[in-house]
């Protein structure tokens, strides 16, 4: 707690330290981006990679350092949330507001669609079945009835699928053949660069988890919706700064490669070793599988989209806002009790 230690616990500092922290990480990711760029000219990346890999890594620390610093707080359903809100969030408001930026339709690919997209979703599925997994084989005693932890172990399954993820990215590294533009780039000021820019995240993220667990303690608002609302967009910011830049300079190849890279990252890398860090992560799974399902749903309707002439139009774009918008107010009503999907919420 940088900030939060030295400061009263009223929502006025909980705001500020929200606003600040989110601050941070839009400082922090524009060094961090500028940087990744960089590198991946300097390494003769292809542009998917680039996306989906790179800066996708970059742009996914936030999320990153909101698992491992709710786990030490122990808050853990606000990293967890904020992953699964930030990957919501992705898929539905990041390529909308990208299209809408672009001055063209967004433009896809087929590597994007095929590849990209397709292995999302392999990620979700992996997930799903890791939770699953913890309830069947390490359920908690004195938690709610589908309540389970996910253990050191059964975190290995999204990391060694990551890994596989990594692989089929090098093989397309290794294919391409990249023009040199080793010329004028100082590769180790860009390195500089870039770590700290991951420092400045770090002390963002901070910052952020303290202000949302304060606010909500002292609203009554469940520690997983704060999440997947508050956190969730915050985190996001970085993605959708990346991918709109992207969209506007009409490299739609490496816009929607960041977001599907990102989540890629999220689900199989975040979550999982947060929990070889601290242990174990428990999952409540009334509250995690519908969520998932939403995320499920979300990546389908972009999925269908891209695919229709491998570009993303100013109404489908529109269309994304919407199906967020809904999820929102579905999020708000299983708050104040009007919808109970949420078993234990």
Known sequence: MVLGGFLPNTPVVSVGLILF????????????????????????LPAVVQGS??????????????VVFSAFAGVVDIGVGGIVGSAIFNILVIPALAGLAADEPLEASRAIVYKEAQFYMIAVSALIITFA????????????????EITRPLAMIPLLLYGLYLFIQWQDVSDHDAEDLRDGIPVGREWAKLLAGLAVIVVGVEELVV?????????????????????????SLPDLLVSV????????????GNV??????????????????????????????????????????????????????DFESYILLVAYALF??????????????LKSI
């Open 21 to 44: 922290g989110t601050g941070l990480l839009w400082v922090g990711t524009g060094w961090l981006e500028g940087a990744a760029e960089q590198l991946s000219a300097y390494y003769g």
């Open 211 to 235: 202000g949302v667990e304060s606010i909500g303690a002292t609203f009554g608002v469940p520690e997983f919706i704060a999440g997947l609302t508050i956190v969730a967009a915050a985190t």
């Open 328 to 341: 929102i107010a579905w999020v708000i009503a299983e708050t104040v009790g009007a919808t109970a999907f």
């Open 53 to 66: 890999i790179v800066v996708a890594i970059g742009s996914s620390f936030p999320e990153f350092t909101t």
């Open 245 to 256: 830049r992207s969209a506007r300079a009409g490299k739609g190849l490496t816009s929607l």
């Open 260 to 313: 599907l890279g990102s989540n890629t990252f999220d689900l199989l890398v975040a979550i999982p070793v947060g929990v070889l860090i601290v242990g174990g992560i428990t999952i409540d799974f009334a509250v995690a599988v519908p969520m998932m399902g939403v995320l499920t749903l979300a990546t389908v309707l972009l999925f269908g989209m891209l695919r229709t002439e491998l570009s993303l139009t």
């Open 133 to 148: 997994l913890a309830v069947i084989y390490a359920p908690v005693p004195d938690g709610p009835a589908l309540a389970g």
